[in-house]
Structure formats: C-alpha cells, structure tokens
C-alpha cells in the first residue's frame, strides 16, 4: 500500500498538481482509511481482543512512518486518531477491572462515544490469560450510554427552542412593521457597496454514532489545505532528479519542467491551480 502512494504522489508531482490538491487527496484517502478499518475492528468480534489489536496498530505505524518519510505534513495522522484510540482501549481493556480504574482511562479517550466503548465493553474476546472485567465495568458502560444519550437530547432540544424563539422574533410584530416590510426602501450606497454573502454550513459527520462516516469529503478550501500543509517542508515539491527528467519524450518536456521547478523555488504561496503548461504535457 505505501509502494503505492509513493508511485500515486511521484506521478502527481511529475505533472504539477498543486501541493494543496496533494495533500488534500491524500488527508481524504486516509479519512476513509482510518474510518473503514475503525468500523470493520468495531464491527467483527474476532478483531475485539488484545493479539488482533497489536497487530493492527503495528501496521498502521507503516503510514505512519510513510508520511514522516515523505516529510508529508504531520497533521495527516490526525485522521487516524479515532482508530488509534480504539487499539489502545483494546490492548488494555481486560486490565481496567476496577469501576474507577475504568472510568478515568476512558476518560482519557477523547476521540471515542459511549456507544464504541459499550460495543467494546460488550463483545470483546477474551484470551487464554486475560480475565472477564466485573459486573460493575459493564453496568458502568451502560449507564454511560444511558447519560450520554439524554444529554445529547437536552442539547438538542434546547437548540430547537433557540431556533423557534428566533423564527418568531424575525417575524413582523405590528402592522407598521409588516408595512415596512412591504414598502420598497432605497438601499444606502454602503448596502452597494458591500453585498450580502450566504454562507452554508458544511455538514460535520455526528460524533453520536457507533459508526463512522467513510463517506465524509472533507472540507475543501485555501484557508483548510494551508492548516493541513503547516510543517512540511519544500524540499519535497522542490526536489527533481534525473529520473523524473527522462519520463519526457523530448526535450520540450525536459525544458518545461526545469522551468516549473524554478518557479517552485520563487513560490512564496501555495494556490490550487491548474497550469497551461501541465495541460499542455496532458495533450501530448
């Protein structure tokens, strides 16, 4: 899989893609990744135990290990945060055999819900060595669904009746208002010059739920690719050897492409945009 990526980025590289549209497709690819392996582990019990969950927190180290390689930016493996925190609560799960004990490491997971917990809690599978958790660890993961669940409902209702007192404060209260309303008034030369803008709000994958989202696109935009690109150096886009040089057929091709890397080493901003030059190379 890493030889892979590795032969996926240099191709992309060879033909100029921006660095933003890069690393966005790769912090996509790895959010499905991250997401697909977090509900197979969930949902299968023969990976719920402690040999299975080693195992496969050693394997993700290899992208792990492949973006530090490829100085790829390090806010890459924040997609594999939620996955990481269910190995970890796997690999000591049947140790946490005292209510308090378990209470305050499952705290300590942030990125998990009370339901993955109480999925982990109910179905793992014990080993040869390991002893069954108490009674107590069980009651306590239920009762945490349980006040969980009603605390998302509180939240929820109370943001329905903020939102209902704000529909019928926006409604006309007189007949003076609903006139004012109806009435056509001159707009200021300050309400010219500056046009309301609407903006709408990017759908965010509930933390709710016992599954997540793989289906999620993530946010796409100059302000979130520069956070993701934070950290990684411009060796990586600056670099070119002589491998890459004879992919060209020609020596057209070979000139066009020391003069993009020049133009690399003057760049003071990154913007996702698509070159006459890198069209041109597409068409040949």
């Not at 980025?9 to 996509?28: D, E, F, G, K, N």
């Amino acid at each position: 899989m890493t030889l892979l990526l590795t032969e996926l980025q240099r191709t992309l590289q060879s033909y100029h893609v921006p660095p933003a549209i890069v690393i966005q497709a790769m912090a996509q690819f790895f959010h499905y990744l991250s997401c697909e392996m977090f509900n197979r582990v969930l949902t299968y019990k023969k990976y719920l135990c402690r040999s299975k969950a080693l195992q496969i927190r050693m394997n993700l180290s290899a992208f792990e290990d492949w973006i530090r390689v490829q100085k790829l930016p390090t806010s890459l493996n924040q997609s594999f945060e939620p996955l990481v925190q269910l190995l970890q609560l796997l690999q000591c799960l049947s140790q946490l055999d005292d209510a308090l004990l378990f209470s305050s490491t499952i705290q300590t997971f942030d990125k998990l819900n009370a339901l993955q917990v109480k999925r982990c809690v109910q179905n793992y599978r014990y080993e040869v060595s390991e002893s069954r958790l108490p009674d107590q660890v069980t009651e306590l993961a239920n009762q945490w669904v349980v006040d969980h669940q009603h605390h998302w409902r509180n939240q929820r209702k109370a943001s329905i009746e903020i939102d209902e007192r704000d529909t019928i404060r926006a409604r006309p209260t007189s007949i003076s208002s609903l006139n004012s309303l109806l009435t056509p008034t001159n707009k200021t030369m300050h309400e010219l010059e500056s046009p309301t803008t609407t903006t709408t709000s990017i759908p965010v994958p509930s933390t709710e739920e016992e599954k997540r989202n793989s289906k999620y696109l993530l946010p796409f935009s100059v302000l979130e690719t520069t956070a993701l690109l934070q950290g990684w150096t411009n060796e990586q886009h600056k670099y070119l050897n002589e491998n890459d040089i004879m992919l060209y057929s020609d020596t057209i091709y070979k000139e066009i492409k020391l003069k993009k890397q020049e133009e690399f080493n003057v760049l003071d901003k990154i913007f996702p945009t698509i070159t006459e030059e890198w069209l041109y190379s597409i068409d040949k």
